[in-house]
């Protein structure tokens, strides 16, 4: 079973409006942490919001908000106010487990959406 | 403060060569992974260095192998270079505690011809 998975290949959104990304989830252990990545066309990751299994509040990053629902196994990241600089891939991912001697698992990535924001 | 600087950029090898990827993380940042993304399967994480030594490693055979130094500079090294392993080589640096967020660099694009 995919342990992310991101449902949603493409979207197309206008300029100004609000966007949000779908993510989903797949872990035993409790103790994880969520992060959202951009990747432009030239390649490079661009790291986005980060939400911690224990964390109460939904995080928050300018922009960018993370609707954490942890029952559901949701992680929806949702960009206000889209701009055309936001095309890209997006990326989430999850890093399960932590430092008790094993070590922590690296960052297990969804398929991505390609978000294309229209003027 | 500088990213994290991969070299080379670009790099076109032919099958069963060797080549060696180079990762320079954030000042400061102790811990370098390593990542393969290709059109088919996607990000795949390689193995995770923490000073100077390996800490995770994920499901790719042993043709694939890094190191790191003392400097936190890090190398990825892959032997017996197969057309499947043409990929984008994405190198990301964090202090190193399980949740911090990982920053990528640009990453090295190696073409197997």
């Known amino acids: 079973a995919q342990k992310i998975t991101q449902t949603q290949p493409g979207m197309f959104v206008q300029e100004k409006e609000a966007v949000t990304l779908d993510c989903t989830y797949d872990?035993?252990?409790?103790?994880?942490?969520l992060f959202w990545y951009k990747q432009p066309s030239s390649g490079e990751m661009i790291f986005l919001i980060y939400?911690?299994?224990?964390?109460?509040q939904n995080a928050t990053e300018g922009r960018y908000s993370l609707n954490f629902q942890k029952a559901r196994k949701s992680a929806n990241l949702v960009i206000s106010a889209s701009q055309l600089g936001d095309s890209a891939m997006y990326f989430c991912?999850?890093?399960?487990?932590?430092?008790?001697?094993?070590?922590?698992?690296?960052?297990?990535f969804g398929k991505g959406t390609h978000l294309i924001i229209q003027p | 403060k500088a990213g994290v600087t991969q070299t080379p950029r670009y790099l076109i090898k032919t099958r069963g060569q060797q080549v060696t990827l180079s990762c320079s993380p954030i000042?400061?940042?102790?811990?370098v992974s390593w990542y393969q993304q290709t059109p088919g399967q996607g990000l795949q994480f390689l193995f995770e260095?923490?000073?100077?030594?390996?800490?995770n490693k994920g499901n790719f055979p042993g043709r694939f192998s890094g190191r790191q130094f003392s400097n936190s500079r890090s190398e990825m090294n892959v032997s017996t270079l197969e057309l499947g392993d043409s990929a984008l080589y994405l190198c990301?640096?964090?202090?190193?505690?399980?949740?911090?967020?990982?920053?990528f660099g640009d990453g090295t694009r190696l073409s197997i011809l």
């Open positions: 990301a640096s964090s202090l190193g505690q399980p949740y911090q967020p990982q920053h």
């Open positions: 872990t035993s252990d409790p103790s994880y942490g």
């Open positions: 939400q911690g299994s224990y964390d109460q």
């Open positions: 991912a999850m890093r399960e487990g932590g430092y008790s001697g094993g070590g922590a698992d690296g960052l297990t």
């Open positions: 000042s400061g940042h102790r811990s």
């Open positions: 260095y923490f000073s100077e030594t390996q800490r």
